[in-house]
């Protein structure tokens, strides 16, 4: 502006809106962009691969293809039965996330037989979106306790006396929230399960992953529960009430070299467990990888367990007929 000859500057007015869009729009690309790798990689986690388990492994007897529906009565879950000969107790495998009814994938049908010969008859079946069975969403083995409750009232109904749960990683969890809800359920070996759902989800995100932990450790999580509906800050395989008033018999096979889960886990669980039953115990192995105790150690595997059911059931698990 120019006045009798002076010229002045008028200072102008400078607006920040501009930069403050840019700003919030960066945000809003961020927090999409954490949205979407967090959603993605929960679905990965609640949607893992099926594996088809194949036929009916040669050279067991009594082997026959089982359905039974699950708890809600929804969908079908399917398995194999291996009777033993006079044999009154039954073992029921409950396999890992992502796995099948070969609980140890190509070795398993040693360890039936193993367990056959013992007197012990054994149902392997497929949890929920897993193998064969029905069902879309898997939810690391809190919601698959409902297909274990089924697997137990399915062999009750064939009048075994003695049921013992044997579950392998996420099945071990599920083994051991199932039998918090199940007096039938005499014994469980949980081979290689997660203390709490939301520490193995960390260690799951570290592992397999190379996401940060933030924001993602509580990103993924939040997106788990959204698919699979359940509150994985909540959960943990000792959580119930019911534990510390039930004598309930645990073994507990970790190895302390594992890959995915600390053995830390099981010997917190095997403190809790501990206080309603003298009859937990620890095998500790130095197996490699996770949850490959069986396959790495098949000799010493079988005598642990079968050493642990002679404890409990002594010869219970073979008739008395001739």
């Known amino acids: 502006m120019r006045v009798s000859g002076i010229t002045y500057f008028t200072p102008q007015k400078r607006s920040f809106r501009k930069p403050l869009k840019i700003v919030l729009l960066a945000i809003v690309l961020v927090l999409f962009l954490i949205a979407g790798i967090s959603g993605y990689t929960a679905w990965l986690i609640t949607h893992p691969d099926r594996t088809e388990p194949g036929s009916i492994p040669g050279g067991l007897d009594g082997a ?10 929804k969908y079908s ?15 029921i495998t409950v396999h890992g996330h992502g796995g099948n009814r070969l609980i140890f994938r190509d070795a398993t049908s040693k360890f039936i037989g193993e367990m056959q010969s013992s007197g012990w008859s054994v149902l392997a079946f497929d949890l929920r979106n897993s193998g064969n069975s029905g069902g879309n969403i898997s939810s690391l083995g809190y919601n698959e306790r409902n297909d274990v409750l089924s697997a137990v009232n399915y062999v009750k109904k064939l009048d075994y006396e003695n049921i013992v749960l044997l579950g392998c990683s996420t099945g071990a969890s599920a083994s051991l929230f199932a039998s918090a809800l199940s007096p039938d359920v005499d014994a469980v070996v949980a081979d290689t399960p997660y203390h709490d759902m939301r520490t193995f989800l960390y260690d799951t995100l570290r592992t397999y992953t190379r996401l940060p932990s933030f924001p993602f450790d509580f990103a993924v999580p939040v997106m788990v529960n959204l698919f699979s509906g359940i509150d994985s800050y909540k959960i943990a395989a000792g959580g119930s009430d019911t534990i510390a008033k039930r004598d309930l018999p645990v073994l507990f096979i970790h190895s302390s070299r594992d890959s995915l889960i600390p053995i830390a886990a099981s010997k917190k669980l095997l403190s809790l467990y501990s206080v309603g039953s003298a009859r937990c115990r620890l095998w500790e192995t130095d197996a490699t990888g996770h949850a490959s105790s069986f396959v790495q150690l098949e000799q010493s595997y079988v005598l642990n367990v079968s050493r642990f059911l002679m404890e409990i059931f002594g010869d219970n698990s073979l008739s008395d007929e001739p």
């Open 64 to 73: 026959s293809e089982v359905t039974f529906n699950d708890s809600s009565g």
């Open 77 to 91: 879950l399917n398995g194999w039965f291996f009777a033993a000969e006079g044999g009154t107790g039954v073992i």
